[in-house]
């Protein structure tokens, strides 16, 4: 008996052992991935001085989503504060206090926004630069001038950290993107990003970010990697279950504008209509476009 119990000790032991040898090679394994350095020469775009060019950089930072991570003022803000992950906090991008803004060239800010790359040449936390790769030379310019433009704020704020946990979790969830400039192809030119206008191709230039919660076939679903309390996304292909064909395109640009299905509140906190209600009409039925000339799919069919 004692004998048995003997065996099992030690092969608890080991057990032990081998479990935190392999938390380890995680841990380093994130490190490393975190501090990798990546050789990115970026293309510089020309960057207006107009108001209206400033008017729609801001518009277009409005709907890309980067004011709801970044603030109004551009100040910067706690974006993700779990023990599991750690903390992510986006910059302070103005030149006030505790700002990058004098810091970062226009290059920086390029490789940034499109690679997902730090000055440094390290790779930044889940800044979704897989949805800005694509974006055109002029939408780039626009938005490079609408945050040089921006006054200075006063923000000193800290670098993200990862908690411990957080670099082993990283290599184990792999539903979750930690570093997006992972996913991005940067030796290669994007493809050239097609003409504003009602068509489906603009439409889908517009819809990148939709697929993060929609799922890559737009048909909806539960969202791999978000907490448990949200509600799944509907359906956006015209397949079974969905009810796009139903609203019509006018139907569907108020649910984008407004928030509300009917009556129904939709909670920006889970479907960022306050980014997109800051599209034009004539890029809300782009959209519409798109995502009716999708291959219908049933709900669910990521
Ligand atoms: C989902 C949230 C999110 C969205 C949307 C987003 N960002 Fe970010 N961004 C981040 C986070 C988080 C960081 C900081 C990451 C870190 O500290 O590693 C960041 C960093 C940056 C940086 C700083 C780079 C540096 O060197 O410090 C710039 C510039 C930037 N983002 C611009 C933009 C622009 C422009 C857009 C829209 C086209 C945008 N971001 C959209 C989350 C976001
Ligand atoms: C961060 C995740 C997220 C992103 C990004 C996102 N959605 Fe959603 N969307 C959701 C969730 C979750 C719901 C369901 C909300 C609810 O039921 O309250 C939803 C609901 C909707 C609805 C309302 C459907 C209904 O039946 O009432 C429409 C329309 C919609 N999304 C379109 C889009 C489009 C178009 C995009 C991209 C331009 C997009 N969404 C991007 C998560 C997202």
């Known amino acids: 008996m004692k004998k048995i119990l003997r ?42 001085t107009d108001a209206e060019s400033l008017a729609e950089g ?11 991570c970044h603030g109004e003022d551009l100040q910067g803000l706690v974006y993700l504060d779990n023990p599991a992950i750690g903390q992510v906090i986006t910059p302070n991008l103005t030149s006030g ?10 290059e920086d800010l390029i490789r940034a926004i499109k690679h997902g790359i730090r000055e440094d040449g390290t790779p930044l936390l889940f800044m979704p630069s897989t949805e800005f790769y694509f974006l055109s030379d002029k939408d780039l310019g626009n938005v490079l001038a609408y945050i040089k433009s921006m006054p200075p ?16 979790v990283m290599n184990v969830a792999k539903t979750i993107s930690f570093l997006p400039a992972e996913l ?13 206008g009602v068509t489906a191709e603009y439409g889908a230039y517009l ?20 907490p448990d309390e949200w509600p799944a996304a509907p359906n956006l292909t015209s397949g079974l279950g969905s009810r796009l064909p139903g609203w019509g395109e006018d139907g569907f640009i108020t649910i984008m504008r407004t928030g ?43």
């Open 7 to 48: 065996w099992l000790g030690i092969g608890f032991g080991s057990l032990i052992g081998l479990l935190i040898v392999a938390l380890a090679v995680l841990y380093g394994m994130g490190q490393a991935r975190l501090n990798k350095k990546y050789d990115v020469p970026v293309t510089m775009v020309s960057i207006p």
């Open 58 to 68: 801001k518009r277009i930072f409005q709907y890309r989503g980067c004011e709801a």
């Open 97 to 106: 206090k505790g700002g990058k803004g004098n810091q970062l060239t226009d």
């Open 153 to 168: 704020v006063d923000n000193e704020i800290a670098p993200s950290k990862l908690s411990t946990a957080g670099f082993i």
């Open 184 to 196: 991005i192809p940067h030796d290669q030119t994007p493809p050239p990003a097609p003409e504003p």
């Open 207 to 226: 819809s990148q970010s939709c697929m993060v919660c929609h799922g890559p076939t737009y048909s909806g679903g539960k969202i791999t990697g978000f």
């Open 260 to 302: 509300e299905n009917h009556g129904r509140k939709i909670n920006p906190s889970y479907m960022p209509w306050t980014s997109y209600r800051h599209m034009s009409d004539d890029e809300l039925k782009a959209v519409y476009t798109y995502l009716m000339s999708l291959p219908p799919k049933a709900f669910g069919n990521r």
